[in-house]
């Protein structure tokens, strides 16, 4: 740090926008943020104000968004009045570069960098003080746009939840507006032209001949009535031929096909991701139990339970994911759902076989043994006792990883049953031996996520 702060920010001129392009925050963010917190710890932000971005590049925004969290970090409402700007102003901004990306499909280059700033803006914009009521429900309806946006990139849903989050802080009206957000992607509606029928043309034809039939009358009734010398009413008259002549031109433009709205149900894996990242990110960020909240079973029926079993393992991976959250919040949610998780560690892919032991293990390590009728303390045989309920097989399944040849499996088993023990939740001698075994293993020696557990 001294040699950054004392050389090269100082040989830089003190510069932070040169320092950051030297550094290249699109390739490594998570150093050029620990670097310029490093700065602004003993050289201060400069007294930079919200003007000083207003032409916005990769650079500026980085350092836009790190300056702006750095100040929420340490309380300096001060700091962040003069950086952060109005609501509806910060909306517009966000919005142009969601544009400017989508349109710059021929421009590699460009769309890369409207990414990378668009991420930038939605991370500071749960940063801004949605006090206003006008400016809330204005970038509440763009988020809620934003989120309905046909192929939306996925970096964009978690910060996107987490700005709803902030705007709606109460779970049960931000799960309506994630309720109506996934429908309208599963169901969008679509402009569906069909065409008119033989039976319906010929409708059309007889009324268009009674119009011109009554259309006749009509202007031999008015020409009577001006030689007659009866203004009023000719010009009443007149009224009524202007009105038939619009309907006949109307009949006569018809088209041979008629445009309708109907909703759709989208089933291609894209929908499907967007879907479940969308309601995996509110999960996260909210209390609500499929046990307490009719709107959440629901969804968890209609999307999650159905994504389980989808073709493509990202979608269902996701979907995994999304209840292993609920049950981890529900207890007996994660009873019922136990066996599904232990049935996709066993034979499905590989990546979803990481996901479910991980949630298996989390569900152990929060819940207990004894909340699945596991018993925690060996039996005959040195092998952990367990009883004769539906969860029987889950320890002997577990332990079998401890020799997978995958050494994330492998590790991920360590690492389980190692947190498991360290929180008395299991008191087995043979699940300590297997990994102190597993310690002085020659083979695991390059491991050291594993050698560290």
Same mark, same amino acid.
């Given at each position: 740090?001294?040699?950054?702060?004392?050389?090269?920010?100082? *040989?830089?001129?003190?510069?932070?926008?040169?320092?950051?392009?030297?550094?290249?925050?699109?390739?490594?963010?998570?150093?050029?943020?620990?670097?310029?917190?490093?700065?602004?710890?003993?050289?201060?932000?400069?007294?930079?104000?919200?003007?000083?971005?207003?032409?916005?590049?990769?650079?500026?925004?980085?350092?836009?968004?790190?300056?702006?969290?750095?100040?929420?970090?340490?309380?300096?409402?001060?700091?962040?009045?003069?950086?952060?700007?109005?609501?509806?102003?910060?909306?517009?901004?966000?919005?142009?570069?969601?544009? !400017?990306?989508?349109?710059?499909?021929?421009?590699?280059?460009?769309?890369?960098?409207?990414?990378?700033?668009?991420?930038?803006?939605?991370?500071?914009?749960? !940063?801004?003080?949605? *006090?206003?009521?006008?400016?809330?429900?204005?970038?509440?309806?763009?988020?809620?746009?934003?989120?309905?946006?046909?192929?939306?990139?996925?970096?964009?849903?978690?910060?996107?939840?987490?700005?709803?989050?902030?705007?709606?802080?109460?779970?049960?009206?931000?799960?309506?507006?994630?309720?109506?957000?996934?429908?309208?992607?599963?169901?969008?509606?679509?402009?569906?032209?069909?065409?008119?029928?033989?039976?319906?043309?010929?409708?059309?034809?007889?009324?268009?001949?009674?119009?011109?039939?009554?259309?006749?009358?009509?202007?031999?009734?008015?020409?009577?009535?001006?030689?007659?010398?009866?203004?009023?009413?000719?010009?009443?008259?007149?009224?009524?031929?202007?009105?038939?002549?619009?309907?006949? *031109?109307?009949?006569?433009?018809?088209?041979?096909?008629?445009?309708?709205?109907?909703?759709?149900?989208?089933?291609?894996?894209?929908?499907?991701?967007?879907? !479940?990242?969308?309601?995996?990110?509110? !999960?996260?960020?909210?209390?609500?139990?499929? =046990?307490?909240?009719?709107?959440?079973?629901?969804?968890?029926? @209609?999307?999650?339970?159905?994504?389980?079993?989808?073709?493509?393992?990202?979608?269902?991976?996701?979907?995994?994911?999304?209840?292993?959250?609920?049950?981890?919040?529900?207890?007996?949610?994660?009873?019922?759902?136990?066996?599904?998780?232990?049935?996709?560690?066993?034979?499905?892919?590989?990546?979803?076989?990481?996901? @479910?032991?991980?949630?298996?293990?989390?569900?152990?390590?929060?819940?207990?043994?004894?909340?699945?009728?596991?018993?925690?303390?060996?039996?005959?045989?040195?092998?952990?006792?367990?009883?004769?309920?539906?969860?029987?097989?889950?320890?002997?399944?577990?332990?079998?990883?401890?020799? =997978?040849?995958? =050494?994330?499996?492998?590790?991920?088993?360590?690492?389980?049953?190692?947190?498991?023990?360290?929180?008395?939740?299991?008191?087995?001698?043979?699940?300590?031996?297997?990994?102190?075994?597993?310690?002085?293993?020659?083979?695991?020696?390059?491991?050291?996520?594993?050698?560290?557990?």
């Amino acid at each position: 740090v001294d040699m950054l702060y004392k050389h090269w920010f100082a *040989t830089l001129g003190s510069d932070v926008a040169a320092l950051l392009d030297c550094l290249d925050v699109e390739g490594d963010q998570e150093v050029c943020e620990k670097a310029l917190i490093a700065i602004l710890q003993r050289h201060g932000d400069g007294n930079v104000t919200v003007k000083d971005f207003e032409q916005l590049d990769c650079v500026k925004a980085f350092w836009w968004r790190v300056l702006c969290t750095f100040h929420q970090t340490a309380k300096n409402d001060e700091a962040l009045e003069r950086l952060l700007p109005a609501v509806s102003e910060f909306g517009l901004i966000i919005r142009q570069f969601v544009d !400017l990306e989508a349109d710059s499909e021929g421009d590699i280059d460009g769309r890369l960098q409207a990414h990378f700033i668009t991420i930038q803006l939605l991370k500071l914009a749960c !940063l801004l003080d949605y *006090t206003d009521e006008a400016g809330r429900k204005k970038m509440t309806n763009m988020c809620q746009t934003l989120l309905q946006t046909p192929a939306l990139p996925v970096e964009f849903i978690e910060p996107l939840i987490e700005t709803l989050a902030k705007l709606c802080p109460d779970d049960s009206s931000r799960l309506n507006l994630v309720s109506e957000i996934i429908s309208e992607i599963r169901e969008p509606l679509q402009t569906k032209e069909t065409t008119v029928t033989k039976a319906e043309m010929r409708k059309r034809e007889l009324r268009k001949a009674a119009l011109t039939v009554e259309l006749m009358q009509a202007k031999e009734k008015k020409d009577r009535l001006v030689r007659e010398e009866k203004y009023t009413e000719a010009e009443e008259m007149k009224k009524v031929i202007e009105d038939l002549e619009a309907a006949r *031109t109307e009949l006569t433009a018809a088209a041979a096909t008629v445009a309708t709205e109907v909703r759709t149900q989208k089933d291609d894996p894209v929908t499907w991701a967007a879907c !479940l990242t969308i309601l995996r990110a509110f !999960l996260e960020n909210s209390r609500l139990t499929v =046990s307490h909240s009719s709107m959440l079973g629901n969804l968890v029926g @209609a999307v999650v339970l159905p994504a389980v079993q989808n073709v493509d393992p990202k979608v269902r991976n996701l979907a995994l994911r999304c209840l292993g959250l609920c049950a981890l919040s529900d207890k007996e949610f994660a009873r019922m759902h136990l066996l599904l998780f232990l049935q996709v560690a066993q034979v499905d892919q590989e990546v979803l076989q990481y996901t @479910a032991l991980q949630i298996m293990f989390d569900l152990l390590v929060v819940f207990g043994m004894v909340a699945f009728d596991i018993n925690s303390t060996e039996g005959p045989g040195d092998q952990p006792a367990e009883s004769n309920g539906t969860s029987s097989s889950i320890i002997p399944v577990l332990l079998r990883y401890l020799d =997978s040849e995958n =050494s994330d499996l492998r590790t991920l088993a360590v690492e389980g049953f190692a947190r498991l023990l360290l929180l008395n939740h299991m008191a087995s001698a043979q699940v300590l031996s297997r990994l102190i075994v597993l310690y002085y293993n020659p083979t695991t020696e390059e491991d050291t996520r594993l050698r560290q557990c």
